[in-house]
C-alpha cells in the first residue's frame, strides 16, 4: 500500500516562502506521477501542480506559475513544492497525490487519476 506523508507546513508572511515535502513509501515512486492540490476553507479542493515520473515535465495551475516550482527526488522518494512569494489566497491545505503512469492520459487536473493521497499539511499566509 502506497502511503504518502506531507509536511512542510506552516505559518508564513505574504511574500514569504515555504518548502513542502511529500514522502513515499510502500511502492515505487517511479511509477507514480504525482501532484499537489489545495483546499482552502470554504472551498473545493483544486489542482496546484503535477510533475511526470522522470520529473522531466511539470504544469501549474495560472495562479501559482512563477511562484511555484514542483520537483522530486526519486532515489530519496520526496516530492517537493517550493513556494515563494506567498499570498494570502495560498492560505489552504495543501494535498500530495499520487496517479499511476498508466493513466498518464487522463486529465491530471481532476483528482480522479490519482490513486492515493496524503492527509495534507496546513498552509497560512498572513500579511
Known amino acids: 500500500q502506497v502511503q504518502l506523508v506531507e509536511s512542510g507546513g506552516g505559518l508564513a508572511q505574504a511574500g514569504g516562502s515555504l518548502r513542502l515535502s511529500c514522502a513515499v513509501s510502500?511502492?515505487?515512486?517511479?511509477?507514480?506521477?504525482m501532484g499537489w492540490f489545495r483546499q482552502a476553507p470554504g472551498k473545493e479542493r483544486e489542482f496546484v501542480t503535477r510533475?511526470?515520473?522522470?520529473?522531466?515535465?511539470?504544469y501549474y495551475v495560472d495562479s501559482v506559475k512563477g511562484r511555484f516550482t514542483i520537483s522530486r527526488d526519486n532515489a530519496r522518494n520526496t516530492v517537493y513544492l517550493h513556494m515563494n512569494n506567498l499570498e494570502p489566497e495560498d492560505t489552504a491545505v495543501y494535498y500530495c497525490?499520487?496517479?499511476?503512469?498508466?493513466?498518464?492520459?487522463?486529465?491530471?487536473?481532476?483528482?480522479?487519476?490519482?490513486?492515493?493521497w496524503g492527509q495534507g499539511t496546513q498552509v497560512t499566509v498572513f500579511l
Open positions: 510533475i511526470t515520473w522522470s520529473g522531466s515535465n511539470a
Open positions: 497525490a499520487a496517479a499511476s503512469v498508466i493513466s498518464s492520459s487522463a486529465d491530471f487536473t481532476a483528482e480522479s487519476p490519482y490513486d492515493y
Open positions: 510502500g511502492g515505487n515512486i517511479r511509477s507514480y506521477n
